[in-house]
Structures are given as structure tokens and as C-alpha cells.
């Protein structure tokens, strides 16, 4: 089965100011992409602005948060819920990012509260798994994944609305990665988790450090089915440099 290609951009706590995030849709817009699905996930606070821009574009846009306790309205202050993000424009959102684990504490049964709550209100899913270097240099890692791809056995995924990420902790925004070839490993075995959840034809994408030089290598590589990609996402040039890598891949 052919999976879909994905290259999304996280684009964090970017830009500063609602016209710097206007500028940066605005340079997307205009972005080829034909058999690889490509989006970005803005801040709530420049969702609108963003989701406005790239309205009528085939550029995906999607939150980096979700509220885990309603799909709707309520009192959570502080939280924005599924039906607001859909209301917004979002078509997706990332559940499960590592800063979202270490720096506010999100552990599976969150993770899994806030995945029902998406898909609950049509909302595609990006989750994101990945070891810490402690972790990879104790040869932990593909333990570590299965502890948090199990929180999939307690969900109903709607096909096609899931999308795994695998992002190695130590790589998100240091400029390491593992190698291809282990990049390669490990998403052999999450597929094969995938496969006993009775989850055949998720796409795995790759996230840590990617940029214009090292893309075409991950884009060419098996079962590498595009990319999140944080720091490099935030200029158009590195990042249509990155989609036009997976796009010749594909
Ligand atoms: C990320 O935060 O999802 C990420 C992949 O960041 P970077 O590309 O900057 O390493």
C-alpha cells in the first residue's frame, strides 16, 4: 500500500508578530507540492491569521495543542478545544511533541485523552514518539516507543487521520541525527508495531534536525514517509527545499 507523504512544518513559538506569521503563509502559498502532503502548525495565536492565508491553497494547517477534557466549551482556562481549532482552520494537530512531555509533564493517558478529542471532532493526528540521548545511548529506544505507541491500543484511529512522527529527543533542534540507517531500523519496527494495532498504512515521518542538506538523504531512505521539521520550517527557502527533496523521492 502506498502511504501518504507528509512534510510539516512546526513552527513552535514563531514567529514574534502576527504580520511576521502572515509573511511566512504567505511565502508557503505559493510552494509546489504534488505528491507530498505538506502543512504547517502555527500557534493558536496566529492560527487565524495563517489558516486565512492559506485558505484555498493545498497547504495544510494544523495546531501544536489540544484540550483533553472537552472537545468543546467549558472551564479550562488556558486551553483551546477541538471544535475551536477546526473552527479556526485547523485540519490537524501534533499530540505528544517532547517538549510538550518534559515541560508540562504530558504522559500517555494525557496523550490519549487529547488524541480522543481530535479524532472526536475530525481532526488528523500528528504524534509525535521519540527516545531521550540517555535513552538511545542505554540502546533503550525502540522500548521507549512501544511504551508510547501502546497509548494507540486504547484508541480508535479513523483511517488515514493518524500520522506518526519519530523524533529522537536529542535531535530536535541540535543539529545531531542518528543515521540513515538507523532511521531506517526504527521505522521498520514502528511499522511493525503499527501493523499489530491493526494500523497498516500509517504514515511515519521522520523529525530532528532535518534541513535542506541532509532531506534528500532522509526522503530516499525506506520507510521514511516525509518529515516534521521544526527550525528549518521557519524560512520558505529551506523549507521548499526540504518538500522538493521528498517530492523527487517520491
Ligand atoms: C521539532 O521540534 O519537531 C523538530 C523536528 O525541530 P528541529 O527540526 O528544529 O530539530
Known amino acids: 500500500m502506498n502511504v501518504q507523504r507528509c512534510v510539516i512544518g512546526n513552527w513552535k513559538l514563531n514567529p514574534a508578530t502576527k504580520s511576521e506569521a502572515h509573511e511566512l503563509a504567505q511565502g508557503l502559498s505559493g510552494i509546489a507540492c504534488d505528491a507530498v502532503m505538506v502543512g504547517c502548525a502555527p500557534s493558536f495565536a496566529h492560527l487565524s491569521t495563517v489558516s486565512g ?130 532511521v531506517i531500523t526504527t521505522h521498520r519496527h514502528i511499522k511493525s508495531v503499527l501493523a499489530s494495532y491493526h494500523l497498516e498504512g500509517v504514515s511515519v515521518l521522520y523529525g530532528g534536525s532535518v534541513n535542506e542538506q541532509n532531506a534528500a538523504e532522509f526522503a530516499q531512505a525506506e520507510g521514511v514517509d516525509g518529515a516534521l521539521v521544526g527550525g528549518a520550517s521557519l524560512k520558505v527557502d529551506t523549507f521548499t527545499q526540504i518538500i522538493a527533496a521528498f517530492e523527487s523521492a517520491s
Open 53 to 182: 492565508v492559506l485558505a484555498g491553497t493545498p497547504i495544510w494547517v494544523g495546531a501544536q495543542d489540544i484540550c483533553a477534557h472537552t472537545q468543546s466549551i467549558g472551564a479550562y482556562t488556558g486551553d483551546v478545544s477541538a471544535e475551536q481549532l477546526t473552527d479556526l482552520g485547523a485540519g490537524f494537530v501534533i499530540i505528544g511533541h517532547s517538549e510538550r512531555r518534559s515541560y508540562y509533564r504530558e504522559d500517555n493517558a494525557l496523550l490519549a485523552e487529547k488524541m480522543k478529542q481530535a479524532f472526536g471532532a475530525d481532526l488528523s493526528v500528528v504524534f509525535c514518539i521519540g527516545e531521550t540521548k540517555e535513552q538511545y545511548q542505554a540502546n533503550q529506544t525502540l522500548s521507549v516507543l512501544d511504551d508510547q505507541l501502546s497509548v494507540l491500543q486504547a484508541i480508535h484511529a479513523p483511517r488515514g487521520k493518524l500520522i506518526i512522527a519519530y523524533e529522537p529527543v536529542w535531535a530536535i533542534g541540535t543539529g545531531l541525527t542518528p543515521t540513515v540507517q538507523e
